[in-house]
């Protein structure tokens, strides 16, 4: 214990004054005679002592109660435990993610109290002291040191940020702004075991003060992922919205109800359980098709944790499937009418010995129709497209050439019959292949099926899409890197009719669509890098803008059709935006937060000290209220007073002298 006015002692004087009192009884006394005193002598000696015992008792009372009294105005108090550095620079970590917005014990904001914890600092440190306060956004304030005054009005304007930080990146970030070995940072978060990441060895030379925002059993409700079950659905076709909903708490949630807002109206609503600390799956039916742009909005209530209620998704449904043709006349074929809808596809029909081969690259399905004979530099064009990932549909020409399509197909056996054989009879498909899923409403089996006749024969083929009815393949598909797909005859009216079959729209449809690559995703997070998109005509001096809740134009690069746009993690939130070229709409893209973001477990602060090795360089603040932080910050750094004690003890005293006097008779 020390004394903060030590020279006040001298007013320890006073205590000689009930000493004198106590030593010079001035009051006269009275004598009374007795005639015999004899059986007096015992009372009297009796009553002495007891008069002793009392005037001594409050001499102690009076002393004790002057002693502390004048120790109350000489300040005693305990020496703080640490002293601020003489560079008088201190840099403040305040976590702003979107997790802080949990409640505490006392029903206030994660993010509410971390800013009173740094305000209850700023206030007590000494005016001359520098402050750098560093946010998950690392804005541009964070650059630099600020006065009292700034670093005060600058927390005015934290608000919760969408963007989550490492332990790794707020280290580097404090490090890199450092000028000086002799540093103070206060690192105030929450610790969320999902998103601090592996734990970085701290600067030895700098004192690490951890505060943790301990939040009051959190528990959440989120969603985990969403999924078209068709992510291109062409012409509109019926969809399924597949929704996985996790629950991060302790309790089972009963009869969550989602709803599903498409374009700002009410399109379904659905109902869920989910265990605690599981996943569930529901479903919404798309069932009356969608076309264009589409915003859809998940929604849900779930008190107090409610940053991410809300889940967004884009249905981009403008892209047109990109169909190349390679055939052996100008006139117009049954392939190219079939993907005659201008409004779903981009058809292209080139003659086979004249052709620009990087049209093959862009194309989201190649048709080969009707070649006898399949050059080298073709074939190999087209393997080149399977083997890069790439949709080959290869139909034969009426009288095919083995070597040829041996070369290309490379396939374990490929044969031509000899023997033009009658047409027979497909079978009818098999309903369980996914590849027919939708496609059909009424699954019978009474289904008049096309005729044609086997001219390429590749063996047997179990999965094959559709077969003859001697189980031989009619149509089937190989993954060799990419798709490639193979008729057994020619698309002409003398060796089949399946061109004029209902099935044969169908089934064109989802070769094309399965073959649809580099398809705008329904949703990216705030944490990815960047979002591709596919683009015609886009020319370098055209800048493609996201607009949303503000309008960005993002740094962007075109890789031939392609263009890579960067995700301005600072300036973007969650939400839709629109992907604007020069006037026109090309494209709508939705973020979300993170879903670590979500999982709100928490480390204590002695997990977070044990992890990193403890050190004399750590220390941690146990307080969870402002109030608690404020006491806590005093005592270490300015002592724990104790003349309130001191002045309560000399009251004490006195109480006891007014007792001692009342009723010690």
Known sequence: MSLLYPSFLWALGVL?????????????TTRVYFSNTRFLKDVKEAT?????????????????????????????????????????????YLDNSQSMSAQLKDKSRGLDASISFVRSIVELFPADTRYNLITNDFAPFSNSFKTKTEVLDLLTQVRLSPISRSMQEISDRIQ??????????????DFQKSTLGNLPALDSTTRWH?????????????????????????????????????????????????????????????????????????????????TGLNEARISFNDFPISFDNEFYLAFNFT????????????????????????????????????FDYSELEQADLVVVNGLNSINSSLSLALRTVVNQGGSVLVVPGVQPDVTSYRSLLQLPVVNVMEKKEEMVELDRPDFSNPFFEKVFEEKSISLTMPKATKMLDWGNDRSAILRFKNDQPFLSRFDQGGKLYVMACALESSTTDFFNHALFVPVMYRLAASGKKNSTRPYYTLHES??????????SDEPLKLIGKTEIIPGQRSVGDQVFIDIPRFSITQGFYKVVLRSDTVSLLAFNLDKDESVLAQYSGDEVIKALGGGKNLSIFQATTTGAFSNEIKERYLGTPLWKYALMLSFLFLVVEILLIRFLK
């Open 48 to 92: 002495t002592a007891k008069r002793k015992l009392k005037h001594y008792l409050i001499l102690a009372s009076r002393l004790l109660l002057l002693a502390f009294l004048v120790l109350a105005f000489c300040q005693p108090i305990i020496p703080a435990t640490e002293q601020l550095g003489t560079t008088r620079n201190v840099t403040f």
């Open 176 to 189: 890199q702004n450092s000028k000086t070995h002799e540093k103070e940072v206060f690192w105030i978060s």
């Open 210 to 290: 951890l505060v943790p925002v301990q939040f009051d059993a959190p528990a959440n409700v989120f969603i985990d992922t969403a999924y078209l079950e068709n992510p291109f659905a062409a012409g509109g076709e019926r969809n399924m919205l597949t929704v996985k909903v996790r629950n991060d708490g302790a309790r089972d949630v009963e009869q969550l109800n989602l709803k599903l807002t498409i374009n700002n109206i009410q399109a379904a609503t659905t109902t869920v359980s989910v265990p605690r600390g599981g996943i569930n799956e529901t479903s919404f039916d798309l069932a009356t098709g969608l």
């Open 530 to 539: 960047f979002v591709g998109l596919r683009m015609d005509s886009l020319r």
């Open 16 to 28: 000689s004054i009930p000493i004198i009192i106590h030593l010079f009884n001035f009051r006269r």
């Open 319 to 354: 892209d047109k499937i990109r169909v190349v043709e390679i055939k052996n006349s100008a006139s117009a074929t049954v392939v190219e009418k079939v993907f005659g809808n201008r409004q779903v596809f981009a058809y292209r029909g080139f003659m086979s010995g004249n």
